[in-house]
């Protein structure tokens, strides 16, 4: 299979996973998910483990050659309605061989049912978990799309409270902005993602607030002073790309350090594809990343 055919079929695999109407049950989007996933083999030598952590169920992934001094925590993608930690168990395997680390994935609580800042509070109780019984120069905060979003919130979170910090973070193509308002929110060359979707996957998480005003839910429009070293990796082409690059603009105005990586012409969250070229491309930077950040 070439790199093209490679990158079709990963679309191909998300729309067959979309309802075709917008406004299907949330069910269908859910079961579509995690039908998708499965057709993504489980590789025989992770071990995986069902933990809770304070009430919040996950799931721990190890790949061979994780070492135990070290600790990655990732949030799943699914705009807050979808997605699960039991889908993203290979993708944790991948992240763990990458970063050479144990992979905590929260199932947080998802909207309707749990709306906002229900998310927000169990990413919370898992940090506060690790970060109290894990040093957190070896720990890392990630997460990708809706996941990513929750990082960075979890991020300012746990600064505004006084916790102690990460050695780094992680955001796979982040949904840092609820109010879809970025440049690229309808771009032309996104199969799959609009500012519509954008928009109103927000308002099932967080009703009628303003995303503006509410940075735990939408953290583009937070305070990004004080965070640790975060890498942005996001598609050139993609509606979410500029919720990267304003972000990665806002934090850099901070003073902080961030460093973002566009790939071109890739779907949304592309790494969860292990057949792609570009995701070995994306899971070498997050190991370097990874490694360098673990090594301060």
Same mark, same amino acid.
């Given at each position: ?73 990732? /949030?799943?993608?699914? +705009? ?10 290979? /993708? ?89 308002? +970025? ?23 967080? +009703? ?63 790494? /969860? ?24």
């Amino acid at each position: 299979m070439t790199e093209a055919e490679a990158r079709a079929w990963a679309i191909a695999m998300f729309r067959e996973a979309t309802p075709e109407a917008v406004d299907a049950p949330i069910e269908e989007y859910r079961q579509g998910f995690e039908d998708m996933a499965d057709k993504i083999p489980l590789p025989a030598d992770l071990v995986i483990e069902q933990i809770e952590i304070e009430g919040v169920p996950c799931y721990k992934v190890i790949a061979p050659g994780a070492r135990a001094d070290r600790l990655v925590v990732h /949030f799943h993608s699914g +705009g807050y309605v979808m997605g699960s930690a039991r889908a993203y168990r290979e /993708f944790g395997g991948r992240l763990s061989a990458a970063t050479k680390a144990p992979v905590i994935l929260p199932d947080y609580r998802l909207a309707p049912e749990h709306p906002y800042p229900a998310p927000v509070e169990d990413g919370l109780k898992v940090y506060q978990w690790c970060v109290s019984n894990h040093p957190p120069e070896k720990f890392l905060l990630s997460g990708d799309s809706a996941g990513g979003g929750l990082c960075i919130a979890t991020l300012m979170n746990a600064r505004d409270r006084g916790l102690p910090l990460p050695c780094g973070a992680l955001g796979i193509a982040p949904l840092t902005d609820l109010a879809g308002e +970025g440049n690229s929110a309808n771009i032309d060359t996104d199969p799959l993602i609009q500012q519509d979707l954008i928009v109103g996957m927000g308002k099932v998480y967080i +009703g009628d607030l303003d995303p503006k005003k509410e940075p735990l839910a939408s953290p583009l429009w937070g305070s990004h002073h004080g965070l640790p070293p975060i890498m942005l990796i996001a598609s050139s082409t993609e509606a979410l790309r500029d919720d990267s690059v304003r972000l990665a603009v806002s934090i850099g105005e901070a003073k902080g350090k961030v460093r973002l990586s566009l790939h071109d012409d890739l779907v949304h969250i592309w790494t /969860f594809f292990p057949f792609l070229e570009a995701t070995r491309e994306a899971m070498d930077e997050i190991a370097n990343f990874a490694e360098a950040r673990f090594a301060n």
